[in-house]
C-alpha cells in the first residue's frame, strides 16, 4: 500500500539554524500538508500547498516558515532560523482531493528537537 | 476561527463500547473527521462525516448532527489495540485546513 515518507526521522538542531525537513506523499496526490504536533498536545495545521503553491497556511507558519516542491516527488518545509519553541513533530501528509472532502493520508514524523 | 472540544481522557473495558464525544465551533464547516494516534505515530484516518447521521466502519461509528454542531466516535466490541488518543478533526475556514481537536486518550482495560 502506497504510503507518505518523511527524512529524517530525527534532527536535532541549534537554535538559530536552518532546518529542511523532506517528505513523498503518495503519487498520485494532488494536496499536500504540514502539521506539527507539540509534545503532549493536538496536531496543529501549518500549511496546504496545492498546484505548486500555498493555499492555505495557519498563524504559526510566519516567514520563518517555508514550502517547496523542488521536483515531481519530495515536498519540503524550510525553518530559516530555528527557536527553542520550534521543537515538535512535524506530520506531512497528502490526499488525492481538497482536504474539506477528502482523507489525508499522514507520514511518520520527523521528531525537531532545537537545542 | 475553529475550536473543538473532546473529553481529555476515557477509560473503558475490553469488549466494551465507549464514545467520545466532540463540540466545534467553526467560521465555515465541510465535515467532520476523526483520527487514531498511537504514542509515538502518526495520525491515522478513522471516519468521515459530512452529512448528519451515523457512518459505519467496522467497529467504528461515526455519527454527525450539524445544526448541534456535535459529533461523536463511537468504539465497539473494544480490544487493548484501541489504546490510543482520539482527535476529530474539521475542515472548514477553507477547503484546505484541517483543524485538529485537543484528543482524547483511551485506555482500554482488561
Redesign the interface.
Known amino acids: 500500500e502506497p504510503e507518505v515518507t518523511q527524512t529524517p526521522s530525527h534532527q536535532v538542531t541549534q537554535m538559530g539554524q536552518e532546518v529542511i525537513l523532506r517528505c513523498v506523499p503518495i503519487s498520485n496526490h494532488l494536496?499536500f500538508?504540514w502539521?506539527r504536533q507539540i509534545l503532549g498536545?493536538?496536531?496543529?495545521?501549518l500549511v496546504?500547498f496545492?498546484n505548486n503553491e500555498i493555499?492555505?497556511k495557519?498563524e504559526i507558519f510566519d516567514d520563518q516558515f517555508s514550502v517547496e516542491r523542488p521536483d515531481g516527488s519530495n515536498f519540503t518545509l524550510k525553518i530559516r532560523s530555528t527557536k527553542l519553541e520550534d521543537s515538535a513533530m512535524y506530520?506531512c501528509a497528502s490526499s488525492v482531493d481538497?482536504?474539506?472532502?477528502d482523507?489525508?493520508?499522514?507520514?511518520?514524523?520527523t521528531r525537531l528537537t532545537v537545542l | 476561527g475553529q475550536s473543538l472540544e473532546q473529553p481529555s481522557e476515557v477509560t473503558a473495558v475490553e469488549g466494551a463500547i465507549v464514545q467520545i464525544n466532540c463540540t466545534y465551533q467553526t467560521s465555515g464547516f465541510?465535515?467532520l473527521?476523526w483520527?487514531q494516534?498511537h504514542d509515538g505515530?502518526?495520525?491515522?484516518?478513522l471516519s468521515?462525516n459530512?452529512l448528519d447521521g451515523l457512518e459505519e466502519t467496522g467497529r467504528f461509528s461515526s455519527f454527525l448532527s450539524r445544526s448541534d454542531s456535535y459529533g461523536y466516535l463511537l468504539l465497539q466490541e473494544l480490544q487493548m489495540k484501541d489504546s490510543a488518543s482520539y482527535?476529530c478533526?474539521v475542515?472548514?475556514g477553507?477547503?484546505?485546513?484541517?483543524?485538529?481537536?485537543?484528543?482524547t486518550k483511551l485506555q482500554v482495560i482488561p
Request: avoid cysteine; glycine fraction near 16%; charged fraction near 10%.
Open positions: 494536496y500538508y502539521y498536545q493536538k496536531v496543529e495545521f496546504s496545492y493555499s492555505e495557519s506530520f481538497r482536504a474539506s472532502t482523507t489525508q493520508y499522514f507520514g511518520p514524523g | 465541510y465535515g473527521s483520527y494516534q505515530g502518526a495520525p491515522t484516518f468521515y459530512a482527535f478533526a475542515s472548514g477553507g477547503h484546505q485546513k484541517v483543524t485538529f481537536g485537543t484528543g
